[in-house]
């Protein structure tokens, strides 16, 4: 069964270090726990940091990223196509109601892809991917795990512990999700999520507890535990070992006060600058834009290497499609921006290139929506699926892969080249995520996806 922290309660800092500890046991002690990590691990570690942003309730890719144009799919062709862009319905006056044309010859946008179109010279788009289910559960661990659940239970780990597990036990926090599911099953307990449900609660993980102990009796506490480390009993046992080195490690972290860097409420100046950027105010840190801000300052601290974030909600537009579907949709994609700006305008150190030249994003959603409206004009679920790449090690300006002018129908692929072919392969998950490993080296199946890497996607 799959190892899954709920999104929703915030673990105390004793319970998630205390997991490290108790994990690092049940490989075997500290040894074993090395050993594993090193059988997974890269050697050396790429300057590689993984970004994923959640679009949670299943978007509208007629609206986003796989668009149709209204002149060929018209309103009296539905019976035919089954395909209804709806454009004209849409009651947002700011959007223009056809697609949008990025820099990128060949390579349009729904109405509401908002800022991101600018991004399309560093972007891949993969349109016509299968879901194989319609229920919100299945195909969020779907995608999260590149694996088809067993029932609702999420069936492997989390790509997100894939990747940290790969490259970030020098990372303080390797693995950081906010209101984003995460599952561990077969990967090392470092490479588990801390998840949390607002920066907040990041701050009261990592900071140090107000029921600290009086100096005096830390003091005292530690000596103690000090000359329990030291004797024989203690040094023969893998089992206390291993707690006692997660005790100095757990002190550690909290004594680099790193809580210090997310204090986004501050009034700062450049705390202040962070929360208009990203458009939050001192009171909304669980908001989308303060997680994006989390992200963020996570990754170019080396705090973390991989973040998981949820970027938009209230996409399950069963109804009032023209009036919600969009403006949530063109929120997340306008975060997304902010972050990719943010990340291309710090510098990677003195090598001349930037943190987005290091990071790559991932945006996805569970599924997208049904290619005609229902009854209620709106749009229900459907299998096929669309999600973009930015970034590192993304070939920039590619679309792979497309829906078909028959019910957006998912087209076999051509992996090598992105184009539809009858002789290649239904686009799934597992097939994104094996592209990811590949741009950190991995190339061989390390987590049984069964499935080969995208090579068009890759940069």
């Keep these: 069964m799959a190892k899954m922290s709920s999104p929703f309660l915030l673990p105390s800092r004793r319970a998630f270090l205390g997991s490290m500890a108790a994990g690092a046991a049940a490989f075997g002690g500290v040894g074993a726990l090395s050993r594993l990590a090193r059988a997974t691990e890269l050697d050396p570690i790429p300057d590689h940091y993984f970004?994923?942003?959640?679009?949670?309730?299943?978007?509208d890719i007629l609206l986003g990223l796989d668009p149709k144009d209204p002149d060929v799919f018209r309103p009296e062709l539905n019976g035919d196509t089954f395909i209804q862009p709806a454009y004209g319905l849409?009651?947002?006056?700011?959007?223009?109601?056809?697609?949008?044309?990025s820099a990128v010859p060949g390579m349009d946008f729904g109405p509401y892809i908002g800022d991101l179109v600018?991004?399309?010279?560093?972007?891949?788009?993969?349109?016509?991917?299968?879901?194989?289910?319609?229920?919100?559960?299945?195909?969020?661990?779907?995608?999260?795990?590149?694996k088809p659940p067993a029932g609702l239970q999420a069936r492997g780990s989390s790509m997100s512990s894939v990747l940290a597990a790969c490259l970030g036990i020098h990372a303080p926090v390797p693995n950081?999700?906010?209101?984003?599911?995460?599952?561990?099953?077969?990967?090392?307990?470092?490479?588990?999520?801390?998840?949390?449900?607002s920066v907040e609660d990041l701050i009261a993980v990592l900071g140090p507890s107000n029921a600290a102990l009086p100096p005096e009796v830390s003091s005292r506490v530690a000596a103690l535990l000090d000359e329990f480390a030291a004797c024989e009993t203690t040094q023969a046992s893998s089992v206390l070992t291993t707690g006692l080195e997660q005790r100095l490690?757990?002190?550690?972290?909290?004594?680099?006060?790193?809580?210090?860097?997310?204090?986004?409420?501050?009034n700062d100046p450049d705390m202040v600058a962070l929360r208009e950027q990203y458009g939050f105010t001192s009171n909304q840190l669980s908001s989308a834009g303060a997680q994006a801000a989390m992200a963020a300052t996570a990754i170019t601290a080396d705090v973390s290497r991989v973040v998981s974030i949820r970027v938009a909600s209230g996409l399950d537009s069963h109804d009032n499609w023209a009036a919600e579907q969009g403006p949530?949709?063109?929120?997340?994609?306008?975060?997304?921006?902010?972050l990719a700006a943010d990340l291309e305008s710090r510098p990677f150190?003195?090598?001349?290139?930037?943190?987005?030249?290091?990071?790559?994003?991932?945006?996805?959603?569970?599924?997208?929506?049904?290619?005609?409206?229902?009854?209620?004009?709106?749009r229900d679920h459907a299998l096929t699926n669309a999600c973009f790449l930015l970034g590192a090690g993304v070939k920039g300006g590619t679309v792979v892969g497309a829906s078909s002018d028959v019910g957006m129908a998912p087209q076999a692929v051509d992996l090598a080249t992105g184009a539809v072919s009858a002789g290649g392969v239904i686009l799934r998950p597992e097939h994104i995520h094996r592209s990811l490993l590949h741009m950190i080296g991995v190339e061989d199946d390390i987590d049984d996806l069964r499935a080969d890497a995208v090579g068009a996607l890759l940069s």
Excluded at 328 to 338: D, E, H, I, K, Y
Aim: aromatic share 10%.
């Design 51 to 59: 970004i994923f942003c959640y679009f949670s309730g299943g978007w």
């Design 90 to 101: 849409l009651l947002d006056p700011t959007v223009n109601q056809e697609p949008m044309n």
């Design 118 to 146: 600018n991004w399309a010279p560093r972007m891949s788009v993969v349109r016509g991917m299968s879901m194989d289910t319609l229920t919100h559960e299945n195909g969020r661990r779907r995608f999260i795990t590149g």
């Design 176 to 197: 950081l999700s906010a209101q984003v599911e995460s599952f561990n099953v077969d990967q090392p307990v470092y490479a588990s999520a801390l998840q949390v449900n």
């Design 249 to 266: 490690a757990a002190q550690n972290l909290v004594d680099q006060r790193i809580d210090a860097l997310f204090d986004f409420g501050s």
């Design 328 to 338: 949530a949709q063109r929120s997340g994609f306008n975060l997304v921006a902010t």
């Design 349 to 378: 150190g003195n090598t001349g290139d930037s943190w987005l030249d290091h990071t790559t994003i991932v945006g996805f959603s569970e599924f997208s929506r049904t290619a005609l409206l229902n009854s209620r004009l709106g």
